[in-house]
């Protein structure tokens, strides 16, 4: 016959097991997730991995705090060094991931418009960065009535 303890010894390994499989899933779709950003920010993913770094009590984007799985990862630009990145994980949802700063590194269709006309590469440098010449704004703005 199996006892009370027994049932609640075995409940609880039951339940730490799929805790631990409930958080390799939300790894997985981390790791996911910095591999998407990673590729649209042009940088290289290193070691295809993210490691857990701990808990912590972030805001989410109702301004409530919650329990957040925090993530680390490692990621290059030049290949010449690793600069690291977080990823915080409610649950399943994505809450944000931060990377490291790194130098912004010219495209070759960029160099290619920078050796054909000046102009027309800083206008295109201007819109990527988000940041305007004082003498592009002053050329283009309109007169004040």
Known sequence: MITLGELFAWLLVALTIAWIWRGHGIR??????????????????LD????????????????????????GFEFTVTSLERL??????????????????????ETPQEAVVATQNPSTAATNRTSSNN???????RAH?????
Not at 54 to 64: E, F, N, P, S
Request: charged fraction near 30%; include cysteine.
């Open 141 to 145: 703005r309109k007169p004040e009535d």
């Open 84 to 105: 690291s990145g977080s990823v915080a994980m409610f649950g399943r949802h994505l809450a944000k991931i931060e990377l490291q700063a790194y130098p912004l590194t």
């Open 131 to 137: 940041v305007i010449e004082l003498q592009d704004w």
């Open 28 to 45: 997985e779709r981390a790791l996911y997730l910095v591999k998407q950003h990673c590729e649209n920010e042009q940088v290289q993913l």
């Open 48 to 71: 295809e991995n993210v490691a857990l770094k701990g808990w912590r009590i972030i805001r989410d984007g109702k301004g409530q705090k919650r329990l957040a799985r925090m993530y």
